[in-house]
């Protein structure tokens, strides 16, 4: 099922059949199987400009070689964020991203069932677990540094280096943002093929999905 029309969302969006210059230009890039376009692109149709930073920002936080982190964990982090924000749309489409990732289902349903009960040492290490305490803290209580300043204090004691935690820091705000695109316009799930995400980390220009 493709993103041809049927997307419910509270304001107007151009279909895939119907674009044309730039925004169809971008639609190509990003697109799925059978011409999907993800319903969170779809809602930027109207300013193909604000499609590009997202997809640029996306691209270059969570799916860049240049990372340290594993992208199973910075989809982990989305995964909760997204719980948090009580964002469905990012949380499903992200843990389906990380089950692919992960490739073992017991795993996965481990990792799924912490992040939902915040009980986060049952299946992450040490140094994971105070990232993601960062992340839960981060978007809970942004204005509480205090209480931010001891979670970066805790991910540089638990063995995670600076660039890591900056790591941590951006893949969280992007999803904080996502989330609250897709909330705010009422998007939702239905049409997209959940879990597709850029596969080529190397180029930090490819956008396609698979």
């Given at each position: 099922m493709s993103s041809h029309g049927n997307t419910t969302m509270w304001i107007a969006h151009v279909p895939y059949p119907e674009?044309?210059?730039?925004?169809?230009?971008?639609?190509?890039?990003?697109?799925?199987?059978?011409?999907?376009?993800?319903?969170?692109?779809?809602?930027?149709?109207?300013?193909?400009h604000t499609m590009?930073?997202?997809?640029?920002?996306?691209?270059?936080?969570?799916?860049?070689t240049a990372n340290a982190t594993p992208k199973w964990f910075l989809e982990a982090i989305g995964v909760l964020v997204s719980l948090i924000n009580g964002c469905a749309y990012c949380a499903e489409h992200h843990f389906a991203g990380l089950r692919r990732l992960v490739g073992d289902e017991p795993r996965s349903?481990?990792?799924?069932?912490?992040?939902?009960?915040?009980?986060f040492a049952a299946a992450f290490d040490a140094a994971q677990t105070a990232a993601l305490r960062y992340a839960a803290a981060l978007t809970e209580?942004?204005?509480?540094?205090?209480?931010?300043?001891?979670?970066?204090?805790a991910m540089r004691a638990a063995g995670l280096d600076d660039g890591r935690i900056l790591e941590i820091n951006q893949v969280t705000a992007y999803f904080?943002?996502?989330n609250r695109?897709?909330?705010?316009?009422?998007?939702?799930?239905d049409g997209d093929i959940l879990g597709l995400s850029p596969g080529n980390s190397d180029n930090p220009d490819d956008w396609s999905h698979g």
């Open positions: 674009a044309t210059g730039r925004l169809k230009q971008l639609y190509d890039r990003i697109k799925g199987p059978g011409d999907n376009v993800d319903n969170i692109m779809l809602a930027h149709s109207l300013r193909p590009e930073g997202h997809m640029t920002i996306y691209k270059y936080v969570l799916h860049h349903a481990g990792i799924r069932a912490a992040l939902d009960a915040r009980t209580a942004p204005q509480d540094a205090p209480r931010l300043k001891a979670c970066v204090d904080n943002y996502a695109t897709v909330s705010g316009l009422g998007v939702t799930t």
